[in-house]
């Protein structure tokens, strides 16, 4: 403003105007509020400067007087009010703001000490805004972050509660002009933050924590879970990363529950790279409204689909009282939801285990809500996640039609590593740990319970070494009597699955290091050797074993030492590597490693079952065992093939390639060919009581170095007379050399054989059978060739030697 100063001489009127002027001009300046408080004779319209900003004098007392925006002055008549365009208080405190809305310029844009930008509206201007105790009205500028600081967090751990639910109302009130909400630093929460509105992205370092009791939420659960989370998203098209949510007070909730970290209430929601610790529920897609409700069996609500959870690290714990949770570390209900990438570990140093459900489960709701079909389009993927256990169920997928479960990794399970339930599922390339925790028997590294088309390829199943030592009450891949018409392909059941083992070793010599142990049988072990005792160590996630004379030397050191026993009790293996149920199963090319199964493979109450391919090596009873088929009229066929298979080096010289047991429902038709069976104590064994309606063939397999017989004896003459069509079979290569006329081959068929073929491959005439034994027969040419000449025979015994 242009003040003018008249000529002299000036009249009282013109003085006045001046002096008038230049005071409306002059900003006062004080180092404290409390001096404006203080200070005498200023007058409606006077500019007052303190370190916060400027104030501005208005008449009269109306406003309520906080020290802060508006204080109250020694005259009684006036106050100082802070300018809104001097620094703004944080945004929580703008609701209640009683500076008068002619204060704030329309179309300022207005500045918080903590960097949020707000703009001064018109009256007339619609649309989501902030309205101030005063009237003024306020938005964001658009395209800016919001922080827990701008509503007056003060975070490094203090209690935060107020100001992160200020943030999370604001967020969702402004969320089509906020660029996001980012949390760095620490905060103390005790009530929930639930975040609406669609599209929001909350990113961050920020670590939450839950600092009590939290007793309410929008979270609807299935029947014995509470609906508290600590933070709820509950917009569609979210995106959350980055966060830290932790409890360290022990898990509250409401009636019968135990709280969870995150939860999510709507569909397309993002969650990357989040982390939990110390939950018993880490994150959770669930569905919105009511949910399951206890007792009616009625779904209700919203299900849920597009879910992203990827690359987040979830650490649960059991409750800290002596309940049995049902704790979870991701859980997804609904359909074509995604988990990848994700590492869940179980915390066992607060309590026992097998208080700890699940790791990851996947379900499809439409599949078991009452009066409506299985979604076909319940598509999920389960894919690269890492969770180590003891969980009673590491992995659980369930309910999906057309889903994927690969490259997945189940440590340390509780009693199953996997379980599967669903339609046209492909589970491949997964890392299962199959064993029992304590005294969890018939546990499974893969349970299949039901489902049709499924595929298993690829996976590797191994056992680990428990609590307790229990060695045989567990078990590799279960296919359910639900399961039907399914491919098992191409898995590996290995005794690698971090088996812990104690070797007394001798001879030592040089300073034992923490390199990898390797023996002079190529074995080795990578882990960091222990020494539970003077003269041992204790070795653990190994390829292979040490046996005792072995030198073991240390990659790194001059240590060696000779092994001079193993403790065996450490170590697992498993009971059964596959167990069928089902109908229609193929099972082709799997591979059994040396001690790794007591039996590879039980047929039990299975119907059209063929097993192709592959090999079964070191069992310790059994390479397959055939036992109480399906009767007629449940589910198909009691046909069994068995064909190409390698049945090899049995552990103790008590085993069976083949064992067939029933006393009722025995296979109508038993066919064996093409198989491989090699050090065995017996090939094939028959136990019950009525073969009369079996078929079985055995053709064009090879025995080689088994034991004295190559069926059980005992049942020999009724299994012939019930069987008239039992034949043996064996066929070989052998090489008539130059300028010789017979050669010897070994047919290991317990019998003399009825008859022998022999086809030459070369020009050496005609070639017979000569003087066929119960072991062997020669081949003999009718002149001795003038170069080697290939033979191929092959050797039948329509009756085999019983005695």
């Not at 002299?8 to 404006?36: E, N, Y």
Request: charged letters at 20%; one cysteine or more.
């Amino acid at each position: 403003m242009t003040i003018q100063v008249p000529e002299l001489p000036m009249t009282g009127s013109d003085l006045k105007s001046t002096l008038d002027g230049l005071r409306a001009r002059q900003i006062l300046s004080f180092d404290t509020r409390a001096g404006i408080a203080a200070a005498e004779g200023l007058v409606p319209g006077d500019l007052c400067r303190a370190p916060v900003g400027t104030y501005q004098v208005v008449a009269g007392t109306d406003l309520a007087a906080d020290g802060s925006l508006v204080i109250a002055l020694a005259s009684g008549t006036a106050q100082a009010v802070r300018l809104p365009t001097s620094q703004m208080p944080h945004l929580a405190a703008l609701p209640d703001d009683p500076r008068p809305a002619e204060l704030f310029p329309e179309g300022a844009v207005l500045t918080t000490a903590e960097g949020a930008r707000m703009e001064v509206l018109s009256p007339t201007e619609t649309g989501p805004q902030l309205a101030t105790a005063g009237g003024a009205r306020l938005r964001p500028v658009a395209g800016q972050a919001i922080t827990p600081e701008m509503f007056g967090a003060r975070g490094q751990g203090a209690e935060d509660t107020s100001a992160l639910v200020a943030l999370a109302a604001f967020a969702d009130t402004f969320a089509d002009r906020l660029d996001l909400v980012r949390i760095d630093g620490t905060h103390r929460l005790t009530k929930t933050l639930q975040f609406t509105a669609p599209g929001l992205r909350i990113t961050g370092a920020g670590r939450l924590i839950k600092g009590g009791p939290i007793a309410t939420g929008s979270l609807s659960e299935t029947d014995g879970f509470s609906s508290a989370a600590l933070v709820t998203l509950a917009g569609a098209g979210q995106h959350l990363s980055g966060l830290t949510l932790t409890d360290e007070d022990g898990i509250d909730g409401a009636t019968n529950g135990y709280g969870r970290a995150l939860a999510v209430c709507a569909s397309d929601v993002t969650v990357e790279g989040v982390t939990c610790v110390d939950w018993v529920n880490g994150i959770e897609v669930a569905w919105s409204d009511t949910g399951f409700v206890a007792g009616a069996e009625n779904w209700s609500g919203t299900e849920l689909s597009g879910a992203r959870i990827t690359g987040c690290r979830v650490t649960c714990r059991p409750h800290h009282d002596d309940q049995t949770s049902e704790g979870c570390g991701i859980r997804s209900f609904g359909s074509d939801n995604r988990i990848t990438g994700n590492r869940v570990t179980a915390d066992e140093a607060h309590g026992p285990g097998l208080r700890l459900l699940h790791g990851i489960k996947v379900e499809a709701l439409s599949a078991r809500r009452p009066g409506t079909p299985a979604l076909d389009d319940s598509l999920g993927v389960v894919s690269g996640n890492c969770v180590t256990g003891p969980f009673r169920h590491n992995l659980y997928v369930e309910g999906l039609a057309g889903g994927t479960v690969t490259g997945n990794t189940c440590r340390r399970s509780g009693r199953d590593g996997m379980v599967v339930a669903g339609a046209e599922i492909t589970v491949a390339d997964n890392v299962v740990d199959a064993g029992g925790y304590r005294d969890s028997n018939d546990a499974y590294g893969i349970r299949v319970q039901s489902g049709k088309a499924l595929s298993l390829t690829g996976n590797v199943i191994r056992p680990w070494r428990n609590v307790s030592g229990l060695r045989d009450g567990h078990h590799g891949l279960f296919l359910g009597r639900g399961v039907g018409h399914s491919r098992v392909s191409g898995n590996i059941f290995t005794r690698d699955g971090g088996v812990r083992a104690v070797y007394a070793v001798s001879a030592e010599s040089g300073t034992l290091g923490t390199g990898a142990i390797q023996g002079a049988g190529g074995d080795r072990f990578e882990a960091v050797p222990e020494r539970p005792a003077p003269g041992t160590i204790l070795l653990g996630q190994g390829s292979g074993w040490f046996e005792p004379g072995e030198v073991l030397t240390q990659e790194g050191s001059d240590w060696t030492a000779t092994v001079t026993a193993r403790d065996d009790a450490p170590d697992a293996r498993m009971d059964r590597g596959i167990e069928c149920r089902g109908i229609g199963l193929t099972l082709e090319d799997n591979r059994f490693e040396r001690g790794a199964c007591a039996t590879c493979v039980q047929a039990r109450y299975a119907s059209g079952l063929t097993l192709r391919g592959g090999v079964m090596e070191g069992f310790a009873i059994r390479g397959v065992q055939i036992q109480d088929m399906n009767p007629n009229g449940a589910g198909g066929p009691r046909d069994i093939l068995i064909e190409g298979v390698t049945f090899r080096d049995a552990q103790d010289g008590t085993e069976e390639g083949v064992f067939v047991f029933s006393f009722d429902n025995l296979p109508e038709r038993l066919r064996i060919r093409g198989c491989s069976f090699e050090r065995l104590s017996r090939a094939v064994k028959f136990g019950g009581l009525d073969f009369g309606a079996m078929h079985v063939s055995l053709e064009g397999c090879a025995f080689h170095g088994n034991g004295a017989d190559i069926l059980n004896p005992r049942l020999g003459d009724v299994l012939y007379e019930a069987c008239p069509g039992l034949k043996l079979t064996a066929q070989g290569e052998a090489v008539l050399g130059t300028g010789q006329q017979s050669v010897s081959v070994t047919h290991g068929l317990m019998g003399t054989p009825e008859v022998v073929l022999v086809t030459p491959g070369g020009d050496a005439g005609a070639v017979w059978a000569d003087a066929p034994g119960t072991s062997s027969v020669t081949l003999r040419a009718a002149a001795p060739p003038a170069e080697d000449v290939p033979l191929r025979w092959r050797a039948e015994v329509a009756r085999p030697g019983w005695a």
